[in-house]
Nanobody
């Protein structure tokens, strides 16, 4: 099994920054892709950013230039630096990894941006 634990969510004013972290434990070898998703109330879960084992990153258009994903394959962590936050970024943020074709999810961490 693979366990993911997110941290770093909270309440921030518009224009502020937060850094989310995700620690991957258990059978954390063979992970191909690590990423972050979010789900706002009444909306579907959406992809925010991913990073491959080779360091290739991908971002949703809505966060390009504001969010930065980073991963440490040795420490099995994946982080999301979020800058210039706006109220539309309010959501529960989920860490995700893909291992041998199977997706694993964290429990989620709430990010609330006030105007």
């Amino acid at each position: 099994q693979v366990q993911l634990v997110e941290s770093g969510g909270g309440l921030v004013q518009a224009g502020g920054s937060l850094r989310l972290s995700c620690a991957v434990s258990g059978r954390n070898f063979g992970i191909n892709v690590m990423g972050w998703y979010r789900q706002a109330p009444g909306k579907e879960r959406e992809l925010i950013a991913t990073i491959t084992g080779g360091g290739i990153t991908n971002y949703a258009d809505s966060v390009k230039g504001r969010f930065t994903i980073s991963g440490d394959n040795a420490k099995k962590t994946v982080n999301l630096q979020m800058n210039n936050l706006n109220p539309e970024d309010t959501a529960v943020y989920f860490c995700n990894v893909v291992r041998f074709g199977r997706a694993y999810w964290g429990q989620g961490t709430q990010v609330t941006v006030s105007s």
